[in-house]
């Protein structure tokens, strides 16, 4: 039978003994990884983050960190540049109050919302574009038409084209 070795911490990437100088701080013996001082300002800033995180006004602005004051902003200003007119001033405030009132009440829109990298993000997206189109087409009927389908499912509208005089020579 063979015995088994058991490895030492050097070997496993773990502390180095203490110094000669008997100072008792273990410092890492892998280059990269930071020391004890580094890890107090790396808890420091996660603590100070928490608090920032915990004074968010809202559950939606605390769980995703989406700002949807400037999505739907962006939204409404998206639609109002491709059809060359002015929008309701109160639509941007309208998907705000909208996706504040859905997010603690629709588990699937909660759901969507959380979801990881910048999913959430575009689904708000996907959601505010959606509610803008079904409010042209019930107050404005005439901006709703102009709007290509896609813009109801919530995809992004094409560049807006413009409108030059070609020259000929």
Not at 3 to 28: D, F, I, N, Q, W
Not at 52 to 81: F, G, K, Y
Request: proline content about 8%.
């Amino acid at each position: 039978m063979s015995k088994a070795r058991s490895k030492s911490a050097l070997e496993c990437g773990g502390l180095t003994p203490p110094s000669s100088t008997g100072g008792s701080t273990p410092v890492m013996a892998r280059p990269g990884v930071p020391s004890q001082s580094a890890d107090k300002s790396a808890h420091s800033i996660r603590r100070d983050f928490r608090a920032w995180r915990a004074s968010l006004p809202t559950a939606l602005e605390r769980d995703t960190l989406l700002w949807p004051e400037v999505i739907a902003e962006s939204v409404v200003v998206e639609a109002s540049r491709y059809l060359h007119a002015e929008l309701p001033a109160d639509f941007p405030s309208r998907l705000t109050a909208k996706a504040y009132h859905l997010y603690p009440c629709h588990r699937h829109f909660h759901k969507m919302l959380n979801r990881s990298g910048n999913r959430g993000r575009h689904n708000l997206y996907v959601y505010m574009r959606h509610w803008t189109c079904g409010w042209l087409k019930r107050e404005r009927y005439a901006l709703f038409k102009r709007l290509p389908w896609e813009y109801a499912l919530g995809r992004a509208l094409p560049a807006p084209r413009l409108n030059r005089a070609v020259e000929r020579t």
